[in-house]
């Protein structure tokens, strides 16, 4: 089955420690992109891959690190979580960036 | 800078009734792609269209349809005879995907309520 898998689902920590959330997709998609979603400001684009070893800043990078060593996973890197790092967040892939993307079931993080 | 805006926060029908979702969008380019996703109470999020800037039809998918209008900028979404299970929060998108970059921006989203 075709997907985006997130790992973890949920996830409570503390400030400052740091955390890894991981994204794999098997479609072999290029494109790889992580979101968050806030209350009131949608979905927002943190950092984007378009192939291994490429990445950039979307439109809110600050806080966040990522890393593209296989086409397949694109983990986001909290080195030193704040509480304003508190959200829901999605990984998406996409064979483009003129074709749909596909997204991952969301993690929900706090930070406490 | 692209923009989407959907300036319905909030909408609620009653069950039968026919809805439109509002989304305008601003970019410099002439080459670019549109998107609505759905995002029910479960969280996910589920794509439901994608036009690009050079195809004007409107599309039909069952109690769906696409308004896509060039000349104001806008890409409307109509449910006819909504039904319980549209209840969700509808997103719109818009992707510029230019040489060495890619930027999909996403609207606030608006949140459908079907009423029983």
């Known amino acids: 089955e075709a997907q985006v898998t997130q790992n973890p ?3 409570i920590t503390v400030t400052g420690k740091k955390l890894t959330v991981t994204c794999s997709q098997n479609m072999n998609h290029e494109y790889m992109s992580w979101y968050r979603q806030d209350p009131g400001l949608g979905l ?12 950039d800043k979307g439109d809110v990078p600050e806080g966040y690190k990522v890393s593209r ?17 508190t959200s829901l967040y999605f990984c ?21 | 800078a692209q923009k989407v805006t959907q300036a319905q926060t909030e909408i609620s029908v009653v069950e039968k ?6 989304c305008v969008y601003e970019t410099r380019d002439t080459t670019y792609y549109l998107f609505w ?9 589920v794509f439901l269209i994608r036009r690009n800037s050079f195809d004007e039809q409107n599309e039909i998918s ?4 696409w308004n896509f209008q060039k000349s104001t900028s806008s890409f409307n979404f109509t449910i006819t005879a ?13 992707s510029e995907s230019g040489a060495g970059s890619y930027q999909l921006t996403f609207g606030k989203g608006t949140k459908l309520s079907v009423i029983p």
């Open chain 1, 9 to 11: 689902r949920y996830l």
């Open chain 1, 44 to 55: 927002r684009q943190i950092y984007y891959s378009m192939n291994v070893e490429v990445t």
């Open chain 1, 69 to 85: 060593k296989e086409k397949r996973n694109f983990p986001l890197i909290l080195e030193s979580p704040s509480p304003n790092q």
């Open chain 1, 92 to 112: 998406a892939s996409s064979l483009s960036g003129r074709q749909e993307a596909f997204f991952g079931q969301g993690t929900r993080l706090t930070v406490v």
């Open chain 2, 17 to 22: 009734e026919d809805v439109t979702l509002d």
């Open chain 2, 37 to 45: 996703y759905k995002q029910p109470p479960s969280g996910e999020l």
């Open chain 2, 62 to 65: 069952g109690r769906y349809s």
């Open chain 2, 82 to 94: 909504s039904q319980v299970v549209d209840s969700a929060v509808y997103f719109c998108a818009l």
